[in-house]
């Protein structure tokens, strides 16, 4: 069977219908006026369950009447007094409506908002349902859902020239029969009725497939019924007791009988995909599955649920869920895009891919890339571009079936699309997205057309209520209500046809985390608005999530009902990270992605899922803030640097366990020790429970011992030794290599249970030839910090040397114990021993200081040249493998890095100071920039995340040698015995590339 196109008209798809019973072509006409016909019911029965059974009838009717239509190119009128019928005929069984406050709380409205609009509404809907079908037609495709009139032209398959003739009259005839009652007419009917309402998956695919299953035919005394126009004769006895005893049973409150779901169709409960080589690297160590964020940006359930697409900062991607194929791979930009809903299309830059092949559909344009896309059902692409001063915001609205875009420019720095995009939010915020937190001055959200007669201002409508600016903004699923907070704290959901807010609620907001310098010389402290999470607004508009803030940390969950008017409930966040919420309304659920995954009752707040469940504790975890749900509500999907599939019933489920199928878990992935086996070419790992020697030229593990999960590192500079502890079970073990054979000593380590049992803050481990050196902070007035030496087996305690503060250096970073703050910046964050293993160097913050390794006596000290106020920090250290070279890093006070070099007899000088640049970002404890000497030591390889990427410069000349592709989140560097190769640690180390040096040399 063909495909539908939504280009075709209402006539072609009845046809279509009308001679073979087509599934798609009656589906595609449920989908374009299923809002409006829902829309219709629910303002004459103000209750969702009621208008759904109305909707069922109205398009129930349709398919049994589908060759009795006498003017199918006005369908959409037609259907709009169906449902009129259908609701009133419903209405009168049910007894009288609503009343206007159960009626406010079932639709989510403000009561003021119904008393003011609920003549003109019912008015308009009487007035509009008593026109000709054509006018009504033209009428609610142009007024109500914002078609152009060559738009609804084509939709109904007649000409320009009609359908504006059908128009002009008929809001000529509206105006005159509303201004009969005494009645203005409105300037914008879609402000009347709100945007078109949404109707749910289930809602609309239940109607299809009734209707398909029942095909047109002459009327029987069921359609007949659905529209009042049941002949009497069979209202009569029981025939007619029966009838309307089936009517009330089918449109009561729990509906016609839920239809029995088939088992879960997955293949696999981990979605992943191969990372090719970089360019110029030879080989990779572990997953490569795991190196890319998967869906980082966004995913997307496709294809009723049994496909699902992936969108990265570098590939999007689609899967079969049902056979764990991999669809495609598809490269990208690190850009903004948006999947469709149905997952069908995406959209970046001025392109249009199919979402399920990666093929490139369509390239609208290229001169410029947007700031903000946003799709709107089905085929319309909103995006945004905003002009260099913030001044302007230029919106394209992309019509992919029609091949062609338009745009509008509007004064302001944001916009945001609402209805099928035929009107723009639109407000103004500070350029750099620092919002000063004094600024109180009023502040408004303009509604603007997005296509206005030529001298004629496009703005409808202004909202306000609220101080200052925006922080986040957002609308309901369907894009009918505007929702925002704002800087002066407040939560406010607007109608668009309403200047003033019909709810509005004290919140929460970030506290200031930026200072800003005024020209003046003074300053102002100010939001980072990227800082601020998204509103989450459930599917109905009814119920908003935000969270709770103190300070600049978020803290709780909190969820506000609109039609209540107050908060459902509170409850503690487990984490102050960032989280993202998914709705399922139809089950009453919520999915919090907040490190780890929770279930709670969406009225209520309460934890549905338990606290521990080995079947959500597999992998993934460390999610991402992208989710997604399956269309039936039963599978829902976290990113994470793969794609996690769970089922919703094992993860309310104390008992369930993980599946049976493959599957990895991060922990088993990350890598801790990698390098080269000093004096040959050989690359050594950690990786999960397996110590690893692997030759790179034959591809192939040389041998491999298990491990007890702990730490290793090399035991001396040169040697093919190393030395791990855990030191969460106190075990010790040696690993040494002859060249043939691997072989690991295991022992207890007393020291480990006594250091921890004395430390009042345990900081770093170091092992070595049989002793233990640890650095600890003591708390106090004046907090001290050590190093201290032990016997690992016994847990004696050798000697203590203890740190004293810097008076030059200003802390920033501290811990506190029973309300006591020591500084953390003064603790050892490196410990070496030199070859001759009579020397310890410890590295502080701002210190390096040479002991001798048997009794701790202080040998030699070099500052890192720290000043009041501009502090200047060490971070991180190797040594050369003849022991003669230290090679330190630095960061300065501007975030600047730098190289020294230094002498171990002396610790004097040795080479000058390489500088690195600025770091885009730092963190504490570091290290920051990781580093390697050549065995020769006349190299030194950094890895540090600025402009420079991986480098490799000469340590006597600073210059600059090799010059290496930016290693993702690089967490450690070593060269081959021949300095030839190199090997980093990549993606959160997860995964070590090796790279051949002289394809980077610089000429």
């Not at 090799?962 to 081959?976: E, K, M, T």
């Amino acid at each position: 069977m063909s495909s539908v196109s939504t280009s075709q008209t209402d006539l072609d798809l009845l046809d279509r219908f009308r001679t073979s019973n087509d599934r798609e072509a009656f589906g595609e006409l449920v989908r374009r006026y299923g809002p409006i016909v829902f829309g219709v019911c629910r303002r004459v029965l103000g209750n969702d369950h009621a208008s759904d059974d109305a909707f069922q009838q109205t398009f129930m009717n349709l398919a049994r009447s589908a060759h009795g239509i006498r003017k199918p190119e006005a369908l959409v009128g037609w259907l709009h007094a169906t449902a009129r019928r259908a609701a009133l005929s419903i209405a009168g069984r049910k007894g009288p409506k609503t009343t206007p406050t159960d009626d406010v709380a079932a639709r989510g409205r403000d009561p003021l908002e119904e008393i003011t609009a609920r003549e003109l509404v019912t008015a308009v809907d009487e007035e509009l349902a008593a026109l000709p079908e054509e006018y009504r037609s033209a009428i609610l495709l142009c007024g109500i859902e914002g078609l152009t009139v060559n738009e609804a032209a084509q939709r109904l398959g007649t000409s320009h020239g009609s359908l504006r003739g059908w128009l002009q009259r008929g809001r000529e005839l509206l105006k005159t029969r509303l201004e009969k009652r005494g009645l203005a007419v409105p300037a914008a009917l879609g402000a009347v009725f709100g945007l078109p309402t949404p109707v749910s998956a289930a809602t609309t695919a239940a109607a299809i497939e009734a209707a398909v299953a029942a095909p047109a035919a002459k009327p029987t005394v069921w359609a007949a019924l659905f529209t009042g126009v049941v002949p009497k004769l069979f209202l009569v006895g029981a025939t007619a007791a029966a009838i309307f005893a089936a009517c009330v049973i089918y449109s009561g409150k729990d509906g016609p009988p839920k239809p029995q779901l088939p088992p879960l169709q997955v293949a696999r409960w981990e979605l992943t995909t191969d990372t090719p080589l970089p360019k110029g690297a030879i080989a990779r160590i572990g997953d490569g599955r795991h190196t890319l964020a998967l869906g980082s940006k966004q995913i997307r359930f496709a294809g009723g649920g049994s496909k699902l697409v992936a969108v990265g900062s570098t590939d999007f991607l689609a899967w079969d869920v049902t056979t764990g194929e991999q669809l495609h791979r598809t490269p990208i930009d690190d850009a903004p895009g948006d999947v469709s809903p149905d997952g069908r299309w995406f959209a970046q830059k001025g392109n249009v891919y199919d979402a399920l092949t990666g093929k490139l559909v369509w390239q609208a344009f290229r001169d410029r890339e947007p700031d903000t896309v946003l799709f709107i059902p089905p085929d319309r692409v909103v995006m945004t571009f905003r002009s260099g001063s913030g001044s302007e915001v230029m919106v394209r609205r992309l019509d992919i079936e029609a091949r062609a875009f338009t745009e509008a420019t509007f004064a302001g720095s944001a916009a945001l699309p609402l209805g099928n995009g035929g009107l723009m939010a639109v407000w103004g915020a500070p350029a750099d997205g620092n919002v000063p937190v004094d600024d109180m001055r009023v502040g408004e959200i303009r509604v603007h057309s997005f296509h206005t007669p030529e001298g004629k201002s496009s703005r409808l409508i202004g909202l306000t209520g609220f101080r200052g600016v925006p922080l986040t903004v957002t609308t309901e699923p369907d894009n009918s209500r505007i929702y925002a907070v704002t800087s002066d704290g407040r939560l406010s959901r607007w109608q668009a046809s309403m200047s003033d807010p019909i709810y509005s609620v004290p919140v929460a907001i970030p506290g200031a985390n930026v200072t800003k310098g005024l020209p003046n010389g003074g300053t102002v402290r100010c939001i980072d608005v990227g800082r601020v999470p998204p509103l989450a607004v459930s599917p109905d508009g009814d119920k908003v999530v935000w969270r709770g803030w103190q300070g600049t940390n978020p803290t709780d969950y909190l969820c506000y009902s609109i039609s209540r008017r107050q908060i459902l409930w509170d409850v503690k966040a487990p984490t102050s990270t960032p989280a993202s919420f998914l709705f399922d309304e139809k089950a009453g659920r919520l999915f919090v992605n907040n490190q780890g995954i929770e279930v709670r009752n969406l009225n209520t707040g309460e934890l549905l899922s338990p606290p521990v469940s080995d079947y959500a504790d597999r992998g993934p975890t460390h999610f991402t803030r992208t989710t997604a749900l399956s269309p039936d509500g039963r599978l829902v999907a976290f990113s994470s640097n793969n794609i996690g599939l769970y089922e919703v019933a094992k993860l309310l489920d104390p008992k369930a366990t993980p599946t049976d199928a493959p599957e990895t878990h991060w922990r088993n992935d990350s890598l801790g020790q990698v390098g080269f086996v000093p004096g040959s070419n050989k690359l050594v790992w950690t990786a999960g429970p397996k110590f690893t020697v692997y030759d790179v030229e034959a591809k192939k593990t040389l041998a491999a011992v298990d491990t007890i999960g702990e730490t290793v590192v090399p035991d001396y500079p040169g040697e093919a030794k190393w030395v791990g502890f855990a030191r969460w079970n106190r075990k010790w073990a040696e690993y040494t290599w002859d060249g043939g054979r691997l072989a690991k000593t295991e022992r207890a380590a007393q020291a480990l249970q006594r250091a921890d049992r004395e430390s009042e803050l345990a900081g770093i481990v170091y092992p070595h030839d049989g002793r233990l050196f640890t650095g600890d902070i003591e708390a106090g007035e004046k907090p001290r910090a050590f190093a201290t030496c032990w016997d690992a087996a016994t847990g004696g305690k050798k000697w203590v040397y203890v740190i004293p503060p810097d008076p030059d250096f200003t802390p920033t970073g501290w811990s506190t114990t029973n309300g006591v703050t020591a500084y953390g910046e003064y603790q050892p964050i490196r410990f070496l021993a030199l070859p001759d293993n009579k020397r310890l160097f410890v590295l502080t913050n701002t210190r390096g200081i040479l002991l001798d390794i048997d009794t701790g006596r202080e040998l030699k000290v070099v500052s890192s040249g720290s000043t009041k106020p501009k502090n200047i920090e060490f971070d991180n250290v190797v040594l050369s493998n003849d022991g003669l070279l230290l090679a330190v890093t630095v960061l300065n006070a501007d975030q600047r890095g730098e190289v020294r070099f230094y002498r171990t007899d002396t610790l004097a000088q040795a080479a000058m100071p390489i500088v690195l640049g600025h770091l885009w970002s730092h963190s504490k404890p570091g290290p920051n920039i990781f580093l390697a000497l050549s065995p020769d030591a006349k190299l030194v390889a950094v890895a540090a995340n600025t402009e420079n990427g991986l480098q490799v410069v000469d340590v006597a000349t600073g210059a600059r040698k090799y010059q290496l592709p930016l290693v993702n989140y690089c967490r450690g560097l070593a060269f081959s015995a021949d300095g030839r190769r190199l090997v980093a640690k990549e993606a959160n180390q997860k995964t070590a590339l090796v790279w051949e040096l002289e394809r980077f040399a610089v000429k």
